[in-house]
Antibody
Framework: EVLLMESGGGLVKPGGSLRLSCAASGFSFSGYNMNWVRQAPGKGLEWVSSISGSGDYIYYADSVKGRFTISRDNAKNSLYLQMNSLRAEDTAVYYC?????????????WGQGTLVTVSS | DIQMTQSPSTLSASVGDRVTITCRASQSINIWLAWYQQKPGKAPRLLIY???SLESGVPSRFSGSGSGTEFTLTISSLQPDDFATYYC?????????FGQGTKLEIK
């Protein structure tokens, strides 16, 4: 069974930093592109960042470019999102999600999400 | 960047109704479109991928169609469990983008 479990969310002041983690299990982690997607309270879904299985290819939404860094540790089956210079508009539930490139199913499995609140 | 425009934003319907949600891409995305269902407090659930392929375990009353820039999600006979918010997403190119969502409400 594919499982994705995020952690690291919490309350942080504007300008602060936070590091999210996602523990993956039930599949060959290094073979999959992984993503972060967020959802502000009462709003729609927003793709944040993506990293290839090897970590060689990384993409960011313009809204987080230069402030957020995605990374992965395939030995630990873990995905990370380092968030710096946080703003109120970064407040959201952050989901870790897998992309299935083998069957071109797009983003197929999602974690339960972790809430990040940026407020003074 | 590819913009995804979903309509309607809200849809009121009754159990047993047939409903259709539309998603338009600002440029061609071939068939690289997915549909998700989301319920309050829960993660999105994949329903349809490659525009028209039904995800395993998803009831056959859900179907998707389209290619290029125009796509639809159809629920043939609404069930009580289907009242939720639905999103389309393109995965043709980065940055991935979602439609703004369609909230399906009970009439």
């Amino acid at each position: 069974e594919v499982l994705l479990m995020e952690s690291g969310g919490g309350l942080v002041k504007p300008g602060g930093s936070l590091r999210l983690s996602c523990a993956a299990s039930g599949f060959s982690f290094s073979g999959y592109n992984m993503n972060w997607v967020r959802q502000a309270p009462g709003k729609g879904l927003e793709w944040v960042s993506s990293i290839s299985g090897s970590g060689d290819y990384i993409y960011y939404a313009d809204s987080v470019k230069g402030r957020f860094t995605i990374s992965r540790d395939n030995a630990k089956n873990s995905l990370y999102l380092q968030m710096n210079s946080l703003r109120a508009e970064d407040t959201a539930v952050y989901y870790c999600a897998r992309r299935d490139d083998y069957n071109n199913r797009g983003v197929d499995y999602w974690g339960q999400g972790t809430l990040v609140t940026v407020s003074s | 960047d590819i913009q995804m425009t979903q309509s309607p934003s809200t849809l009121s319907a009754s159990v047993g109704d047939r409903v259709t949600i539309t998603c338009r891409a600002s440029q061609s995305i071939n068939i690289w479109l997915a549909w998700y269902q989301q319920k309050p407090g829960k993660a999105p659930r994949l329903l349809i991928y490659k525009a028209s392929s039904l995800e395993s375990g998803v009831p056959s009353r859900f179907s998707g169609s389209g290619s290029g820039t125009e796509f639809t999600l159809t629920i043939s006979s609404l069930q009580p469990d289907d009242f939720a918010t639905y999103y389309c997403q393109q995965y043709d190119s980065f940055p991935y983008s979602f439609g703004q969502g369609t909230k399906l409400e009970i009439k």
